[in-house]
């Protein structure tokens, strides 16, 4: 399969620690990106190449692999963390891109 | 640092065709990799096809008989047609630049968006 599948919604209580996940057979192949998008916003690049950090983006987030699962790790959630989550890959056969479902995250 | 802004007209109808274009400032569109990404109100993202700086090009497969992109070096600037549009097509539609490092693939910067109703 070249779809990557994300859990529809995660909650997490404030200051606790939250893992979302990705999952496709591409993940074994090729490095997942987390784009955290807010209501009425462009997304905004969180983790690339697996966990790497763009500059500005806190590092209560972090990224990891495991098999055919890539997960995004946010550590002591903030209020403002709250957002739409989604992962990004190449497909299996490496002919083109695909964003994953996306993961409503809600922070209590 | 690098900024996007898409334009494009404001409503499409039916079986016509939709295009966009992508302003780049900050940056050459010669020297990186574009895409086009949509959003259905309240829906996920998808991606619609990138552009390399190689000329090489990569299309949705659900998408690749209606696509194409362009780009025009003297405005800096890349675009998108998706012709014989439905209601389907009614999304936001982001321009972005790809990076690519290897086997990771990542979009850094992204334009606001820009919402086309497709509607009689």
């Known amino acids: 399969s070249s779809d990557l599948t994300q859990d529809p919604g995660v909650s997490v209580a404030l200051g606790q620690t939250v893992r979302i996940t990705c999952q496709g057979d591409?993940?074994?192949?090729?490095?997942a990106s987390w784009y955290q998008q807010k209501p009425g916003q462009a997304p905004v690049l969180v983790i690339f190449?697996?966990?790497n950090r763009p500059s500005g983006i806190p590092d209560r987030f972090s990224g990891s692999n495991s098999g055919n699962t890539t997960s995004l790790t946010i550590t002591w959630a903030q209020a403002e963390d709250e957002a739409d989550y989604y992962c990004m890959s190449r497909d299996s056969s490496g002919s083109h891109l695909l964003f994953g479902g996306g993961t409503k995250l809600t922070v209590l | 640092q690098v900024q996007l802004q898409e334009s494009g007209p404001g409503l499409v109808k039916p079986s016509e065709t939709l295009s966009l274009a992508c302003s780049v400032s900050g940056g050459s569109v010669t020297s990186y990799h574009w895409s086009w990404i949509r959003q259905p109100p309240g829906k996920r993202l998808e991606w619609i096809g990138s552009l390399f700086n190689t000329g090489k090009i990569e299309y949705s497969p659900s998408l690749k008989s209606r696509v194409s992109m362009s780009q025009d070096t003297s405005k800096n600037q890349f675009f998108l047609r998706l012709k014989s549009v439905t209601a389907a097509d009614t999304a936001i539609y982001f321009c972005a630049r790809l990076a690519r490092v290897g086997s990771w693939y990542y979009f850094d910067f992204w334009g606001q968006g820009t919402l086309v109703p497709v509607s009689s």
């Open positions: 591409s993940i074994r192949n090729w490095h």
């Open positions: 190449g697996t966990n």
